[in-house]
């Protein structure tokens, strides 16, 4: 017979006291359960994916002593799937004129690029109230403004570590290329080049022959195109295990399948917090959750404005006639990365809440687009089908900082589609403050009071 769930909150109470507590085995006999492991740390990183344990390389190697908690296996969330561009060519939000309308007109297409499933929900209803606020021109400028330097930054700090650290991530700079097909949407495209020239991104506008003379996998039909010469692109799930080599490496720890599961508050900061590995406390701890940090920060009293972003990718093995260059199936919203060891297909979003469904209609679209495109939609192997929750801001801008109220929290999570692409930046930025540097970019643009 299960446990309700006050007796089980008793347990927990009484094991993180370090008592022993008693259940009862499948035959009703009392058994004994050892008392709960207890853990010590400077610096405790909720999250093993890409942004802790980028935040875990920078801290290692300013001196601090660093243990990483992941209710997972490592890189196991959004982290692992994801099309791995890393791309300042995003550093416009989602948030601009025009988009709610066609959000709405998609409403009701469960294969749209972009889809909020219909439901009942306050806290999706409060976001997207936010999210609608900020769909003009002032805080779109304002925000590329902002995201422009972080990502040409971390770009360039990635590029850095891979050389550095040795990191076998298939690493490249290989720029990305935008292609559309429907002369109308590429004429109406002239704002984009504007908005990145503003901010020094630099973007060229090519023709149809251009670009499919530049990719020859690409189908005929192109009517033009951008390419972005300062993006790049890895592998993202051999980028985080060779992050976190690095950290198990320099000395830092690694905790998998240890999920939080409540916080104890003392004067103002985290004294302690219960996981599913025993009990821990921290000089620091680092929010880096992802997707999941919103309903864990409410323990807290915290309300962090984030909603899952659900994503889908497909893994082939490698095509005889293959992308040379991370490519944008720009009507569709599909990237398609290919490497050395794969190809994939990706993007859409879909908010759903924590829907834990493989969408096999979100698939097919990715396939469809992949077959209108590309001379060859996939190689001969189907490694993977994925989806993944990223965790989205309505003014796309990542929550970075300490936290009013609890001196020893710092937030590092809503960084949306660009997780791997800020991750470097966001380590350095979390070292650079928990060591008290001043930080190499102003924080104020992304603390948690901006909501507030």
């Not at 490519?327 to 809440?353: I, Q």
Request: include cysteine; charged fraction near 20%; hydrophobic fraction near 40%.
């Amino acid at each position: 017979m299960p446990l309700r769930a006050a007796r089980l909150r008793q347990m927990l109470t009484v094991a993180a006291n370090g008592s022993i507590c008693r259940t009862a085995d499948q035959a009703g006999k009392p058994v004994e359960s050892p008392p709960m492991q207890k853990h010590d740390s400077d610096v405790l990183i909720l999250g093993g994916g890409v942004i802790g344990l980028a935040c875990a390389r920078y801290l290692l190697g300013a001196g601090r002593q660093v243990t990483i908690l992941d209710q997972g296996s490592v890189g196991c969330g959004s982290s692992h799937g994801n099309c791995g561009t890393l791309t300042p060519s995003h550093a416009m939000p989602l948030a601009m004129p025009g988009v709610i309308g066609t959000a709405l007109r998609w409403l009701f297409r469960k294969d749209a690029p972009l889809r909020i499933k219909p439901r009942l929900d306050p806290e999706l209803i409060r976001w997207m109230l936010s999210f609608t606020g900020r769909c003009n021109w002032k805080d779109f400028s304002a925000t590329t403004r902002v995201k422009a330097p972080f990502l040409v930054g971390s770009v360039e700090m990635i590029a850095d570590l891979v050389e550095r650290d040795g990191l076998s991530c298939e690493f490249s700079r290989s720029g990305t290329l935008y292609a559309y097909r429907d002369a109308a949407g590429f004429a109406k495209s002239d704002w984009m080049p504007r908005a990145l020239g503003e901010v020094g991104i630099a973007v060229e506008r090519l023709d149809g022959r251009q670009i499919e003379a530049m990719e020859p996998a690409l189908k005929p039909g192109v009517v033009g195109g951008y390419l972005n010469p300062g993006d790049a692109c890895l592998r993202p799930d051999r980028y985080v295990s060779e992050l976190a080599r690095i950290v198990r490496e320099r000395g830092g720890e690694i905790i998998e399948r240890a999920r939080v599961e409540s916080f104890e508050l003392k004067q103002g900061r985290i004294a302690a917090l219960t996981s599913t590995a025993g009990v821990h406390a921290a000089r620091e701890v680092v929010f880096a959750l992802g997707a999941w940090s919103a309903p864990l920060a409410r323990q807290l009293g915290l309300r962090l404005p984030i909603q899952p972003g659900k994503g889908y990718s497909i893994t082939y093995s490698r095509p005889a006639n293959c992308p040379r260059i991370p490519l944008v199936l720009k009507e569709e919203s599909v990237c398609v990365t290919a490497w050395g060891s794969g190809f994939r297909l990706g993007s859409t979003m879909e908010f759903a809440g924590y829907d834990a469904s493989l969408n096999r209609i979100r698939l097919d679209a990715l396939r469809r687009a992949a077959v209108n495109g590309l001379h060859e939609p996939g190689g001969a192997q189907l490694v993977e089908e994925w989806y993944g929750w990223r965790p989205m801001t309505p003014d796309d801008l990542p929550i970075l900082g300490r936290v009013p109220g609890i001196s020893n929290l710092c937030m590092a999570t809503g960084h949306g589609m660009l997780g791997v692409s800020m991750s470097a930046m966001t380590g350095l930025l979390v070292s650079e403050l928990l060591c008290g540097k001043p930080t190499s970019l102003d924080l104020a643009p992304y603390a948690l009071q901006r909501f507030h």
